[in-house]
């Protein structure tokens, strides 16, 4: 027998044979049929418990040996589910359930189910007629009665039906249960039609006082009788557990009140609700409880549904939801999450439910709550190609069918495939895969996942396309009025404009028409996460006409996806990056390989420089290929930044070390120039860097602050040697300051010993003169930045060991100096902050900002410079972790310090970005806010949320520089 068993895929034998032992004279047929179904040992045990159950194996056998449909439904049942098994041994007088009748011929009704449910008294007899109508319901499913749509119709209708019982249970408990009435509403998967075989069943409670009761108790009343329905249904007992009871889609979730009265529900969704809340109530309907209340609750609530989608971003809205979704799959679980993962049901939901928020407004025949029904609709509608509605509908049914198999094994809520290869086994025999079941069963999973992750995609823009173009149309009839109304809800501000610029792409047969309809698709979704899509889609129209037919940038767009994503989200996020690639769109030749991205060096970027100013005789030209070489670089870094590839200390040493090269080179080329114009030279020169370059800190909207040092060869008058360094440095600023294509470099040597009022150049003697009689405090703290790093070498270390001793002074600061330091920043703090301007959202001078740091930083170097010698750098984050590392600065301040140095340097480079021109106050129009978080929210998904940690770590920092820099 053993042997037998095994050759008939039984993989326990020993078991199977005591089991058959148990059910007696079982014919060679019975054994053939328990053995086909998809758990045959699984079956058989069960068989053996519900007979011991039952007294004996006569009845149950002579029921099998008897009836034909009677067994085929029962084994297969048993063979699917070993949960149904335990409660037909706790039941075997239900075995019957299962003979043929009419209710299982057909789909039961949901009055057919309030009767059904209406039966039961108590929480005990709750439960069995429960489970016996779910009996029937997997009878009917897994023999295929009923289709899939029908099956979770049922689930759906019999969890109402039980939601009804339940109710009706309490309040024959509740002695007020006539001061409030009291109405369910259906939610989620109960309420689209299309419920699990395990789920949550989600509700909203709805209250009103009954007449004549006061408001207060009648809301306590239905407080209690909602609180105990769904303690009735997730209470475990003997019978088992029914499902949870779900009411955190209720307004403000899990911290509102429990029930709300119609009016406060009203109230609530036209002031406060999200996006997310209205597609929510698109499955809402009528449960159990007062029912005129409930149509009352649809008729208040269904117009805002329809009337969501004109809400501001309301696509990022939704999408946004979804990504959280995502984001809070634990990591293990990603690739096996059959609901929540890439190419799962939501994915499927959230696209028909956009579409039917997008379209359902002007045309009621998409407002059916069940996906599936939605989606032949929005097909039937012209909105979805036949062939990709078709395609998602099979992907559909396919994984919730996979998984009401994995959930109906132990009734268990669970949405994640099984890698154990039984369960595998198990669950293909039960989808009909008789051939290897568990490579089957998987090689379809991940086929229909693919299906679902490209045609998420596909069903929201490409008929965008197709409603503007001479396309293959598969029966779309998608209106230029409705292609605009989609774009409106992408986020788009004009449509008509976009609809333009999509034909502009498209039409025709050439070869890049050909690959902008395969590739436009994708292009407009990535456009539409940002806040500027028509920024986006208009750039990207110019390069591409600006490009033409090139072969690698088309290649590069067909080929390369990751090119192309990186190409959409830079031009809908950055307008300083959008201008530099508009005006030189090679660069996207970068995109696609981060290696590509990585910043050039110093000694790369001279080479560079150099070598194409080389190829000029003339210095005008020599220099527009310098600026040339560091509007490419510019690109590199800023595009690496938008793209979340550097951080903001990373960004500042590559912007230093470009303008820094741009100097070093334009200053050979403007010694050439003397030489060609004006003779021989008569000097040495070096430029030393300061403020933001010299700290190695540059930001993309900084000016390049500098001095410039010279000394007189051998023999030259100081009056000439003078005259030369002013006509070279005059030179330099004039060809770098020069508008044009290039982005300028304006070179603003203020910093210099008398500022405006001194010369432009001194010599290095001057310098020292200058330094040993007039130099006060606050020069001594300029120097603190002070790089000489251009220009001839031994020139530029000598300056350096020049104001080394004025920087880093022996013996620290006098009283008098510090109180000096502090009088000067206390008059910055008072009277240089513009007037209007916000004191805690200023950049720099506003509280907790760059100067407040900045200051604490420089004091602490120029009283302890000469002990430390780490704290003698010109960058701010180093010298704050060198004073933390020598005891000076308490670590945790150093590090709020520093937080909020980076939180705040990167919010300035932000808005360069986005707008193209700098800020010095955090920004306040609605659409530069939304981009400025879209562009370094840090995880934020609103601007909110960054300014609440904006003003948070610059509060904290404002604490730490009022105990280090004013005690």
Not at 13 to 39: E, H
Not at 702 to 727: I, N, Q, T, Y
Not at 890 to 909: K, Q, T
Request: one cysteine or more; glycine letters at 6%.
């Amino acid at each position: 027998m053993p042997v037998v068993l095994s050759r008939l895929g039984f993989r326990d034998t020993q078991r199977a044979t005591a089991d058959l032992a148990v059910l007696g004279d079982c014919s060679d047929d019975l054994v053939t049929q328990i053995a086909s179904v998809a758990d045959p040992d699984t079956c058989l045990a069960s068989l053996a418990r519900i007979a011991e159950a039952d007294g004996g194996c006569e009845r149950l056998v002579g029921l099998l040996e008897s009836d034909d449909e009677l067994r085929l439904r029962l084994l297969i049942v048993l063979g699917t589910s070993e949960a149904l098994g335990d409660f037909l041994a706790r039941h075997p007088e239900y075995v019957t359930d299962v003979a043929a009748d009419e209710l299982l011929r057909r789909p039961a009704t949901l009055d057919e189910y309030r009767a059904w449910m209406l039966q039961a008294t108590d929480s005990a007899s709750l439960r069995v007629q429960y489970h016996r109508a779910l009996l029937r319901i997997a009878a009917r499913d897994l023999t295929a009665v009923t289709s899939f749509v029908e099956s979770s119709g049922e689930l759906a209708d019999l969890a109402i039906a039980t939601l009804d019982a339940a109710l009706r249970i309490v309040a024959a408990e509740e002695p007020k249960s006539d001061a409030a009435r009291l109405a369910i509403m259906a939610m989620g998967k109960t309420g689209g039609h299309e419920l699990n075989y395990v789920s949550d069943v989600d509700v909203i409670f709805v209250y009103e006082p009954a007449e004549g009761a006061d408001d207060t108790e009648a809301m306590n009343v239905a407080t209690r009788m909602a609180s105990a329905v769904m303690r009735l249904c997730r209470e475990h007992t003997r019978e088992g557990t029914i499902w949870e009871v779900d009411a955190n889609l209720r307004p403000e979730g899990k911290n509102g009140p429990l029930v709300r009265s119609l009016n406060s529900h009203v109230a609530y969704y036209e002031k406060w609700a999200s996006t997310w809340e209205f597609q929510a109530l698109l499955k809402a309907r009528y449960a159990a409880g007062d029912e005129d209340l409930a149509q009352r609750y649809l008729d208040a609530l269904s117009p805002m549904v329809w009337s969501a989608s004109n809400r501001p971003n309301f696509v990022a809205d939704v999408r946004a939801m979804r990504k959280r979704v995502v984001d809070n799959i634990p990591h293990a679980d990603r690739d096996r999450q059959l609901k929540l993962g890439s190419g799962g049901l939501r994915d499927v939901e959230f696209a028909v439910q956009m579409l039917q928020l997008v379209h359902g407004r002007g045309d009621t025949e998409l407002r059916s709550p069940t996906t599936l029904l939605a989606l032949h609709a929005l097909t039937e509608g012209g909105y979805v190609g036949r062939r990709d509605g078709a395609a998602l509908e099979d992907a559909y049914e396919f994984l919730r069918t996979l998984e009401h198999r994995i959930q109906l094994f132990r009734l268990k809520r669970t949405h994640i495939v099984p890698e154990d290869p039984e369960d595998l086994r198990r669950i293909g025999r039960s989808m009909g895969y008789r051939h290897s079941p568990v490579d089957s069963l998987v090689k379809e999973w991940q086929a229909h996942r693919r299906v679902v992750s490209r045609l998420h995609e596909k069903l929201f823009y490409r008929p965008l396309l197709d409603a503007v173009a001479s396309l293959p149309t598969e029966g779309l009839r998608l209106t230029q009025s409705a292609a605009e109304q989609r774009l409106a809800a992408l986020g788009f501000v004009d449509p008509v404009g976009a609809m333009k610029h999509i034909e502009a792409l498209t039409s025709g047969v050439s070869r890049r028409a050909a690959i902008q309809q395969s590739l436009l698709p994708a292009m407009l979704a990535w456009f539409a996460e940002s806040p500027d899509p028509d920024g986006g889609l208009l750039a990207f129209r110019t390069i591409s006409e600006e490009l033409g037919e090139s072969h690698w940038y088309l290649r590069k767009l067909r080929d390369e996806g990751v090119g192309a994503e990186q190409l959409a989200r830079l031009l809908s996020s950055s307008k300083y990056v959008t201008g530099l690639i508009v005006r030189a769109p090679d660069v996207v030749a970068l995109l696609g390989d981060d290696a590509e991205l990585v910043p050039h060096d110093l000694d790369r970027l001279s080479t560079e420089m150099e070598l194409a100013a080389r190829r000029h005789s003339v210095p005008d030209a020599a220099v527009r290929a310098i600026r040339r070489v560091r509007r490419r670089e510019l690109a590199r870094v800023a595009m690496a930044d938008v793209l979340g590839l550097l951080d903001i200390a990373a960004v500042g040493e590559a912007l230093t070390a470009i303008n820094t090269a741009t100097l070093q080179a334009t200053l050979a080329v403007a010694m050439t120039a003397y030489e060609q114009e004006k003779g021989p030279l008569a000097v040495r020169m070096a430029i030393v860097l300061m403020g933001r370059l010299g700290g190695h800190e540059t930001g993309y909207g900084s000016d390049a602050d500098v001095m410039f040092v010279h000394e007189p060869l051998e023999g030259v008058a100081d009056a000439d040697a003078s005259k030369c360094a002013l006509w070279i440095a005059q030179k330099l600023r004039q060809q770098l300051g020069a508008a044009g294509d290039d982005p300028p470099l304006q070179v603003d040597a203020d910093l210099r010993p008398e500022g405006k009022n001194g010369p432009l150049v001194r010599s290095l003697s001057s310098y020292a003169a200058y330094y040993e009689k007039w130099s006060d405090t606050w020069e001594a703290q300029a120097l603190l930045r002070a790089d000489a790093a251009v220009g001839d070498p031994d020139l530029c270390r000598r300056f350096t060991e020049l104001i080394d001793p004025l920087r880093y002074p022996e013996g620290g600061l006098s009283e008098s100096q510090v109180r000096e330091i502090r009088r000067i920043k206390a008059r910055v703090d008072a009277e240089r902050l513009p007037r209007g301007a916000n004191p805690n959202t200023h950049l720099k001078l506003g509280r907790g900002g760059l100067a407040d740091i900045e200051w604490t930083a420089q004091l602490l170097q120029l009283e302890y410079a000469h002990e430390h010698p780490a704290l003698r750098t010109t960058r701010t984050i180093a010298a704050i972790d060198a004073a933390a590392e020598a005891g000076l600065l308490d670590r945790g301040d150093a590090d709020i310090l520093i937080e909020s140095w980076r939180m705040v340097s990167r919010i300035r480079n932000g808005v360069v970005l986005l707008r193209a021109k700098s800020a010095e106050s955090m920004v306040e129009a609605p659409d530069d806010r939304a981009g400025l978080a879209h562009l370094i929210g840090d995880g934020a998904d609103r601007f909110e949320e960054l300014m609440d940690r904006y003003l948070k770590i610059t509060r904290q920092a404002r604490k730490v520089v009022e105990r280090v820099f004013w005690d």
